[in-house]
């Protein structure tokens, strides 16, 4: 439909009319093929040295930021960024070092691995921390057990929904602490996956004011290509 080539003739524009300098634009794509496509062609219509115009995916933009502001929430800038078999074979390397049950059996113990591992990352991207989940589990337990009490005190016989229940509330409760698990690891480890990029972006805007304000008043002009 057009949408990189009328955002890259838009960047032009904006530098050519003076409304801004190309470092006050960002633009962000969903593709690293579009983002290559749009930064070829800004660079063919600009002049030698020009100042870098922010042509990011957005896990590309989250690095970036990241890789210049994250020691304010106390990420290196040497992080490792792992890509998905090197978070599995992470995972796998310590597996033992996880409070699991249900998710490591016995006769298969990395099984759960790669459920696991997309469970953490739907948990990122619903920006949840360790803590949350941790708590929410906690909460559906105790809950649970003053449902399980105001039963026995009816002699209603709930026993086998009750049983259910309790079941799937303790998976949750070992899916939160290998979460938390996990995330301790990865710190320990000076690594990241591709879901933190985005999580700990929200969370260095989220508790540093003084960056949002850098990065807000760094950026003129914002384009999304999607």
Request: charged share 35%.
């Amino acid at each position: 439909t057009g949408k990189t080539r009328v955002i890259t003739s838009r960047i032009l524009k904006l530098i050519d009319d003076e409304k801004a300098k190309s470092d006050e634009i960002l633009a962000l794509t969903f593709t690293e093929k579009a983002a290559s496509e749009m930064i070829e062609r800004v660079d063919v219509a600009m002049p030698l040295g020009y100042e870098e115009v922010w042509i990011k995916t957005f896990h590309g933009f989250c690095e970036k930021i990241l890789r210049e502001s994250g020691h304010e929430i106390g990420l290196s800038r040497d992080y490792r960024l792992l890509a998905k078999l090197e978070q599995w074979m992470f995972m796998k390397e310590h597996l033992f070092k996880f409070d699991l049950d249900y998710f490591r059996p016995l006769g298969n113990p990395s099984s759960f691995i790669d459920i696991l591992l997309s469970h953490f990352s739907r948990i990122k991207e619903e920006y949840i921390s360790p803590d949350e989940y941790v708590s929410y589990a906690e909460k559906r337990l105790a809950e649970l057990m003053e449902k399980t009490k105001q039963s026995e005190q009816e002699k209603i016989d709930k026993k086998s929904v009750l049983g259910i229940e309790m079941e799937e509330v303790r998976k949750v409760i070992e899916a939160a602490k290998a979460y938390k698990r996990y995330q301790e690891l990865m710190v320990e480890g000076n690594c990241l996956d591709f879901g933190d990029l985005s999580y700990y972006v929200l969370k260095l805007f989220d508790e540093r004011p003084s960056v949002l304000a850098h990065y807000r008043k760094r950026f003129k002009y914002i384009m999304v290509d999607e």
